[in-house]
Structure formats: C-alpha cells, structure tokens
C-alpha cells in the first residue's frame, strides 16, 4: 500500500533566499560586465553580494536546515552509480534534498562561482578597472587571475547555469518532478516519516544574523584594499 503524502519542509527560507538572491545577483553580474563602462560600479556591487552569499551559503551548509546542510548531499561514489542505475535502496532518500546529480551541479556551481569572485578581487582590465585587493599581488600574478575571470571562469560559471536550468527543465518535461514549486514554496509531498528541515523564527534570525556577518566580512575584506 502507498504510504500517504503529506507536505514537508525541504528548503527553509534562508536557502531559498539565497538561491534566488544569488540567481539574480549572477545574472546581474554577467549583463554589467557584458555592458561595461558605468555598469561596471553594479558589476563590483553584485560581485561583494554573491561573495557574501557565498560565505553565507558555506555556514549554512554546516548549521542550516536538515536538507540545506552539505552532509545531507555529499554521496559515496557508489550510491551516485546506484541512483544513475535506478537502482536507490529503499531506506535511501536521495530525491528529497538534492539528489546525487543536482549535488554535484551544486557543489561545482559554488565553487566555480568562489573561483570567480576570488579571481575578481585581484583582477586588472587593463583600462580603468581594478579589484579592490590588487595591491596585494603582483602584476603577473594578477595578470593570470584577471585572464581565469574574464574567460575560462566566466564561460565555465555560463555553461554551468545552462546546464542548471536544461537539467530542470528536463526533471520536469522528462520525469515529471517539478524542482521549481519546492524551491519557491520550500516544501515536498513526501511520506511523513521524512524529515523535515528546521524553519522557523529562531533559524530564519540565526540566518540572518549570518549573514549580516558575512556581508560585514566582505566589506572589511574589500575595505583592506584601501
Ligand atoms: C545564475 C543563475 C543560477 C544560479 C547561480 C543557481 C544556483 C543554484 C544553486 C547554488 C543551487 C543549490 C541551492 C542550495 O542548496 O543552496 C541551486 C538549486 C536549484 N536551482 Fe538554481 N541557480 C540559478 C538559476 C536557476 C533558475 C533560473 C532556476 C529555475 C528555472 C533554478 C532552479 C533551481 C532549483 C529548482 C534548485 C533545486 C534543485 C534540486 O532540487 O536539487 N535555478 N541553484
């Protein structure tokens, strides 16, 4: 018999803020720099968002609700080959939080993305602008990690979000799972003895508190450039 569905909490607030914040904020980062000239300010301005996001998102993996942390999505090799088969043993839950695929779209997507703001802070144009911690390196050495951002990451970080949304289009299209509504509304129908993440007032402030921090990190980081 098939057990009943009930609704359950998947992605607390935090993550689904951060997923849709840091979404716009990449967006937004590749149109200034696609446009240039005074756009570029925003291009600087979004870039120290998703750095906090980024920050943000790594404390999160570690405290935040069951399905947001990183120990509920790091999969032995062997289980990702069972999944890829078909073949998840019953008691395994790996469509609830991200399943193998998504994780390591997930995991390749932070880091990519840490890459390129990393990469950014020492990064020279050539014309007018400069990261805020170029003084802290040398010009070769900000020469190859202006050349990492401006091709092979920002390209890699491109093709990575196509691949993103193509893989969710084809959830829903092939497989019929719609990924979207639960990273809107944070819950699933699943059977009730899945657990669900932790999302009320005393998560959502800690998250927050977080991320205050975060961004006051970055600020002083950025601020050490002078
Ligand atoms: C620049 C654009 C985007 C970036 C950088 C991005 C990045 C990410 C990241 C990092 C996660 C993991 C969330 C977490 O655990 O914290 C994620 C998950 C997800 N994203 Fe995006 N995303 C982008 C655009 C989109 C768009 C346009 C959609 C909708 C069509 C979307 C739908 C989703 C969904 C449904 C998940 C959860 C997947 C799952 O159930 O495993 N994303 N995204």
Redesign the pocket.
């Known amino acids: 018999m098939n057990k009943p569905l009930q609704a359950v909490r998947v992605w607390d607030l935090p ?1 689904r803020c ?2 849709w914040l ?2 716009v904020c ?2 937004g980062s590749v149109v200034s720099a696609k446009i240039g000239g005074n756009a570029m300010v925003w291009h600087f301005r979004l870039g120290y968002v998703v750095f906090a996001l980024l920050a943000f ?1 790594i404390l999160w993996g570690l405290v935040g609700g069951h399905w ?1 942390r990183f120990a509920s999505f790091i999969y032995a090799p062997s289980t990702v080959l069972r999944y890829l088969r078909g073949q998840a043993l019953p008691r395994e839950q790996l469509d609830v ?3 193998p695929l ?1 994780a390591f779209s ?1 995991f390749a ?2 880091i990519l ?1 840490a890459a390129q703001v990393g990469t950014g802070l020492f990064a020279d144009d050539d014309i007018s602008n400069t990261g805020p911690l170029i003084k802290f390196v040398s010009g070769a050495t900000s020469s190859e990690l202006t050349k990492w951002h401006k091709n092979i990451g920002q390209w890699l970080i491109i093709a990575l ?1 196509v691949l ?2 193509a893989a ?1 289009v084809f959830y829903f299209v092939g497989k019929r799972q719609n ?2 509504g ?2 809107l509304t944070g819950d699933k129908l699943l059977p009730a003895h899945v657990p669900a993440s932790a999302d009320g007032a005393r998560a959502r402030l800690l998250a927050l508190a977080l991320l205050v921090g975060c961004a006051a990190l970055v600020g002083w980081l950025v601020s050490l450039g002078g």
């Open positions: 993550t951060f997923h840091l979404a990449v967006i998102r947001s939080g991200h399943n998504g997930v997507l932070l993305l979000v993103h949304v969710i990924l979207v639960p990273m």
